[in-house]
């Protein structure tokens, strides 16, 4: 077991250290930084306190420490993942919208030169 | 009515061999009548192409897929103050001497959505096995939720008034809209409507929809409509 937790440990710290590396060098942005370093900082925890980790395994019923470790690991990135999941709708949802938005502001702009039919019926009504 | 309430929007996707021709078919059967051609980001030069044969095209930046880009020709045409939209498919499937008749229904019976239906009348021709197996499948589960049969539910032959133009330009399903946009309506109380027409063999190219997609699509559209489902009646419980 303790190998193990070592091992997570080196993990954990590796995992700060990519994240990090990446908000210093403007690959991640800090505001989505906070869920990857949450992950980091919870699973280096859970490694370097034995009794905590055996407290939560007794919770879970589970007889084996590790496998308690390694399904929260699972749980803390199902989270993460499910997140970023959030984000990137969101960001679709605001990117289709915008390229709509240029394609439409851009025909208008080029229905302003002469010999365009498509305009507004109600332009066309006034007219 | 001034020919300047309606609107035929075409959404296109590398479609150079068929484009031309329908936006000449479309201006004949309607003469007067603007065509807007949605280029979904082709790279065939099909945006220049629907521009010769005369209609006004809306280039998308990028490709968003069919949803996006009849989506992005509804929010043009409700901002430029239309009535009313008539669809009808780049790949020549279509045939637009219907479109007077979808009017029609629109104009007379105050209904926000009419469908061309390739079943309406009994027949169905160029459908392949595939598909009519999902549309028997989609009519089977659409008919409870929409409190009445529709035929042929998965038709991009459709028109809509100025209310629905309205509910779209805020939400479209991105991806095979068609069956989506149906509960759409239907859960705003809206009513729709089937017109028969004739369905033709795409001049060229092949349907998105292969074999291998049915799958996903099905699975797909089950989820929108079961999400939409759920979406609205969450809504009414609220109220």
């Not at chain 1, 710290?13 to 930084?33: D, P």
């Not at chain 1, 240029?102 to 030169?113: H, K, N, P, S, T």
């Not at chain 2, 059967?29 to 629907?50: F, Y």
Request: with cysteine; hydrophobic share 45%; aromatic share 8%.
């Amino acid at each position: 077991m303790q190998r193990l937790l070592n091992v997570t440990t080196i993990l954990s710290l590796l995992l700060m250290a990519l994240v990090l590396f990446s908000v210093r060098r403007s690959h991640i942005r800090v505001e989505y930084s906070v869920s990857w370093l949450a992950a980091a900082v919870i699973l280096f925890a859970l490694s370097r306190s034995s009794p905590a980790l055996t407290w939560i395994a007794g919770q879970l019923g589970l007889a084996d420490p590790p496998l308690a470790l390694m399904l929260l690991i699972f749980c803390v990135f199902v989270i993460v993942i499910y997140r970023l999941s959030v984000v990137i709708s969101d960001l679709k949802d605001a990117n289709i919208a915008m390229a709509q938005r240029i394609a439409i502001v851009e025909f208008q702009l080029q229905g302003r030169a002469p010999g365009t039919s498509l305009s507004s019926p109600l332009t066309s009504n006034e007219e | 009515m001034s020919p300047h309430q309606l609107l035929i929007l075409i959404p296109a996707f590398n479609e150079i061999g068929a484009i031309s021709g329908v936006v000449r078919e479309v201006r004949g059967v309607m003469p007067g009548v603007p065509v807007l051609v949605v280029d979904d980001a082709s790279t065939d030069g099909t945006d220049q192409s629907a521009r010769s044969a005369g209609a006004e095209v809306l280039r998308l930046p990028y490709h968003l897929g069919l949803g996006g880009g009849v989506q992005a020709g509804y929010k043009l045409a409700y901002e430029l103050g239309y009535e009313y939209v008539i669809r009808v498919d780049g790949d020549g499937q279509h045939d637009p001497r219907y479109i007077p008749d979808l009017l029609k229904v629109l104009r007379e019976t105050g209904c926000h959505m009419v469908i061309g239906s390739r079943f309406q009348d009994g027949s169905g021709e160029h459908t392949s096995y595939v598909r009519a197996i999902g549309i028997w499948f989609f009519r089977a589960m659409l008919r409870p939720i929409l409190g009445k049969p529709v035929r042929d539910p998965t038709s991009g032959f459709v028109g809509v008034n100025r209310e629905a133009l309205q509910v779209f330009t805020g939400s479209f399903p991105l991806e095979y809209p068609e069956i989506e946009a149906l509960v759409v309506l239907q859960r705003k109380r809206f009513q729709f409507q089937e017109v028969p027409c004739r369905m033709r063999p795409r001049k060229t190219g092949r349907s998105t929809i292969t074999a291998v997609k049915s799958l996903y699509y099905i699975f797909h559209v089950l989820l929108g409509v079961f999400i939409n489902v759920l979406k609205f009646e969450g809504r009414r419980r609220k109220e």
